[in-house]
């Protein structure tokens, strides 16, 4: 019994919808969120210098402020995209939780499989879009390296931002004093028009600091207050773990463990640094348009269904020789607008 293209594709729209992404750790630092329908976007760059109003005789009239709240940037969003195939062999399989009472259609087995390859493919854009959050962080910019891609986009932080403690400094030498550099980043973070509240590196970068005999006698980590936590919880996400306050500094350790393309488990934090960062900053994920045929011409091709979400997340099935494909594709980046909202440290030997 044959499947008709309409059987696997009739509730794509509605099974997209029902993806969800679970909740990313650096992500959650680029809380303003915007849609844009072209990838070629215009920003403006915040600069939160601490400014003062003047004085001025109430029968005077005020001279004026010259403007320098924002500077223009542009910006030409990466493209991620990611495509699975579908065979009648993988139809015959048993499906998880299926038995000989469990019987299912060829067509609502494939219904169901295409939901699920739409939220694995999903959960892939999300962890590509936490990469490039923490190369953002700790970088200052974005690597855009692929097919038909090669290019850096930089977010300006200033150089201070960008700190080496130098040996004899280091938390794990003699005469490391964390209890004092830490003071020291959230002056300079502050005097960006930022207030610090959160400091995160690796698992064992962290572990130096909280094991510090000085950090110890102020390090607040007898209990969890949720009500006083920025982010409530992250016990589905790879390796964080919250250490406490310190200087009213949230302290979280996190590898941000992932498999590369040749399935090598990496660490996307980067070792012997911390980030100190502002959960209140004028960063922004947004996400663009690349023009999709398939999408903007619906009657073109018979032999493809699209749906797009409203964040332009477009899911895409074709058929193909032997095989359904199942294709992700969405235009986004994480823009580190507020760039000298962040410091980044290098802090072990």
């Not at 699975?84 to 087995?109: D, H, P």
């Not at 020291?184 to 909280?210: C, E, K, P, W, Y």
């Not at 393309?261 to 012997?272: D, E, F, I, L, T």
Request: net charge negative; hydrophobic share 40%.
């Amino acid at each position: 019994m044959g499947i008709e293209f309409t059987d696997l594709t009739r509730t794509l729209g509605k099974s997209l919808v029902k993806t969800a992404p679970k909740p990313r750790m650096f992500m959650q630092f680029f809380g303003t969120s915007a849609t844009q329908d072209t990838e070629i976007v215009e920003i403006d760059k915040q600069f939160r210098g601490i400014r003062v109003a003047q004085f001025v005789n109430p029968d005077a009239v005020a001279d004026g402020t010259e403007k320098l709240s924002f500077d223009e940037h542009t910006f030409k969003l990466p493209t991620l995209q990611d495509l699975m195939t579908l065979t009648s062999s993988e139809l015959k399989k048993r499906l998880r939780g299926q038995n000989v009472y469990t019987q299912t259609t060829f067509a609502a087995k494939a219904a169901i499989m295409i939901a699920e390859i739409q939220q694995e493919q999903r959960e892939m854009i999300e962890n590509a879009m936490e990469l490039m959050a923490i190369g953002a962080c700790f970088d200052g910019q974005i690597s855009v390296v692929g097919k038909g891609e090669n290019r850096i986009v930089d977010f300006a932080r200033k150089a201070s931002n960008t700190i080496d403690l130098l040996s004899g400094n280091y938390w794990d030498e003699a005469g490391g004093t964390p209890e004092s550099d830490i003071e020291t980043f959230i002056d300079l973070i502050g005097q960006d028009g930022s207030n610090a509240t959160h400091v995160i590196g690796r698992i064992a970068t962290m572990r130096a600091l909280v094991s510090n005999a000085n950090v110890q006698k102020e390090l607040d980590s007898r209990r969890i207050e949720n009500g006083s936590l920025v982010f409530k919880s992250f016990a589905d996400i790879s390796g964080a773990i919250f250490y406490g306050t310190y200087k009213g500094l949230e302290l979280w350790g996190y590898d941000g463990n992932y498999t590369d393309s040749n399935g090598v488990s990496q660490k996307a934090v980067p070792a012997r640094k911390v980030a100190v960062l502002s959960a209140v900053n004028g960063n922004v994920d947004i996400a663009g348009y690349a023009g999709d045929m398939d999408i903007d011409f619906t009657t073109m091709n018979e032999d493809v269904r699209a749906a797009k979400d409203v964040r332009n997340f477009i899911s895409k099935v074709s058929k193909a020789k032997k095989v359904i494909e199942v294709e992700a594709i969405q235009t986004r980046a994480p823009l580190l607008v507020d760039a000298n909202s962040t410091l980044v440290a290098t802090v072990l030997a």
